[in-house]
């Protein structure tokens, strides 16, 4: 049963402090995605990637927020340093061709 | 960000009931997707549409893709409790592969 997996699932933080996300997309997927749900905004797409090179992360923080894939079943989503606006569930969602894309269960952050 | 119209925002019905939501955009896209989420856990799909015109189902699910491409539609039929959950449309235009989501509609069935 192939799945996004995402780690942690929960994670509670201070202002201030680095935050990692994980994310390993479905074996064979070469689009990995990252989006930030809040009820306010609902879901916005922050970075994706192609075959592992960014292609768009316009949607990113840029002084705070950083995305890579260090290799294909890796993506990693950095927080540094992390404020309470920041408290939000993270997706990432892999895509074989970029067309159907599968969410993981999500990371949900807290920043006190 | 850009987000898609979805209509209803909310809705109650009775069980067995039929459901339809819509959704719309300002811009022609290529592909639509209909996911379904749950509390605590991430979309899930449940259907994909590639062609203006084209009609889906998944077992009780139908959803079709608008001919003018800038609406699509996602019918439920005779609903369960468990089709409860938050229904979201995501739509992509052509040279990207980035996907904008709808705003959801939030369904409760009531038993």
């Known amino acids: 049963d192939a799945r996004v997996t995402q780690t942690p699932r929960h994670k509670v933080t201070e202002m201030g402090q680095e935050v990692t996300m994980r994310c390993q997309p479905i074996?064979?997927?070469?689009?990995v995605f990252w989006y930030r749900q809040t009820m306010m905004q609902g879901l916005e797409l922050l970075a994706y990637f192609r075959n592992r090179a960014p292609l768009d992360d316009s949607g990113m923080p840029k002084d705070r927020f950083s995305a890579e894939m260090p290799d294909a079943t890796l993506a990693t989503l950095k927080i540094q340093p992390s404020e309470p606006r920041d408290s939000a569930v993270y997706f990432c969602a892999s895509a074989q061709t970029g067309d159907e894309q599968y969410f993981g269960p999500g990371t949900r952050l807290t920043v006190t | 960000g850009q987000q898609l119209n979805q209509s209803p925002q909310s809705m109650f019905i009775q069980e067995g009931e039929d459901v339809s939501m819509n959704c719309t955009s300002s811009?022609?896209?290529?592909?639509w997707l209909w996911y379904k989420q749950d509390p605590g856990e991430g979309p899930v799909l449940l259907i994909a549409l590639y062609k203006a015109g084209e009609l889906t189902s998944n077992g009780r699910l139908t959803a079709q893709f608008g001919i003018t491409r800038k609406d699509s539609f996602l019918n439920i039929s005779a609903s369960i409790p468990s089709d409860v959950g938050i229904y979201f449309c995501a739509g992509r235009a052509s040279g990207t592969y980035k996907y904008i989501f709808g705003t959801g509609t939030r369904l409760k069935v009531l038993a």
């Open positions: 074996l064979g997927h070469n689009t």
């Open positions: 811009s022609i896209f290529n592909t």
